[in-house]
């Protein structure tokens, strides 16, 4: 799990997007919630965060599958709609490992194009506040009513190329490779990150992820990435802490998962900060522990 900061306002794709509990302003471990995770049987939060816990589950997964056969690599296709150069699949594997990301992939324009369109016709749900709407809606009618931070588009696999993606045969054999094992779930989201004068505290309220943080999604996970609209540090661009996924201080993970930034500068080169820009279709992996 990387360090990053999260602070989007376009278009994005993200597979696998908690919303985690804490603000850097009260960044203490609230021990209660490591209580109520345990009686409820996410042991994942707990040992996730440690990554020596992460090598060994993969071993376990890699094994289990292998004696199960339950890598079903049938649910993989080659879309032809990542242009990925033919850049080799160990190379960019090993690349994650040693600095948590990677960002040399595109995905093509006339998926992009697809994309945003769709995702301005179907149903856009905020679940902060219950509010239901579609991307014209909002900026008619709800726009001047509402301050909303983000919105999730409703049935994200109905849409083709999105449907594609979640099966493209060279993603999966990255976050097989990368991972140990085949991946057999995938939580597939994408969300609408509107420009807005929110407070940071209003951000928050409404799961808005603006910390720097790692994510704990059980005892591994792996991120893919896209960018839909024009990204740069002006309008939200991802940043990530280089190589954080294993280089955390004991004292990080024993506390809230969410980082204030002055721990970070303390803690970390200026040149470990990466600012992760790009144009639309602009894909980027991510180990986010």
């Known amino acids: 799990m990387a360090l990053f900061k999260g602070k989007q306002k376009r278009l994005s794709k993200i597979m ?9 302003d009260n960044p ?15 042991f994942g939060y707990i040992f996730g965060r440690f990554h020596i816990f992460r090598i060994y589950y993969s071993r376990y997964k890699s094994i289990k599958q292998y004696s199960k056969k339950e890598n079903d690599k049938s649910l993989k296709f080659d879309t032809k709609i990542l242009n990925s150069s033919n850049l080799n699949i160990q190379q960019i594997s090993n690349f994650i490992k040693n600095n948590s990301y990677y960002e040399q992939l ?6 992009v194009t697809s994309i945003v ?27 001047p009513y509402h301050k909303i931070a983000m919105a999730n588009v409703d049935q994200p696999l109905e849409i083709k190329e999105v449907y594609k993606l979640r099966y493209d045969s060279y993603l999966l054999e990255i976050s097989s490779q990368y991972l ?6 995938c939580d597939v989201k994408i969300w609408w990150s509107f420009a807005d004068t929110l407070s940071p505290e209003e951000r928050r309220s409404q799961f808005q992820t603006i910390d720097y943080h790692y994510d704990i999604h059980g005892f591994n996970f792996f991120y893919v990435c896209f960018y839909l609209t024009d990204v740069d540090i002006k309008i939200g661009a991802h940043i990530v802490v280089k190589g954080s996924h294993v280089n955390k201080k004991i004292s990080m993970l024993l506390r809230s998962a969410r980082v204030p930034e002055e721990v970070i500068a303390q ?10 820009e790009g144009k639309a279709g602009k894909c980027f992996l991510e180990d986010a522990s």
């Open 28 to 42: 203490k471990l609230d021990y209660r919630v490591i209580i109520r995770k345990i009686l409820n049987g996410n």
């Open 117 to 143: 369109e769709a995702a301005k016709t179907k149903n856009l749900i905020v679940s902060a506040n219950r509010l239901s709407f579609t991307y014209d809606q909002y900026q008619e009618k709800i726009k």
């Open 267 to 276: 803690n970390y080169s200026p040149m470990d900060i990466i600012t992760i």
């Open 180 to 185: 140990g094992y085949f991946p057999t779930n």
């Open 16 to 24: 696998n997007q908690p919303n985690l509990a804490y603000t850097s």
């Open 106 to 111: 595109q995905l093509d324009q006339q998926s």
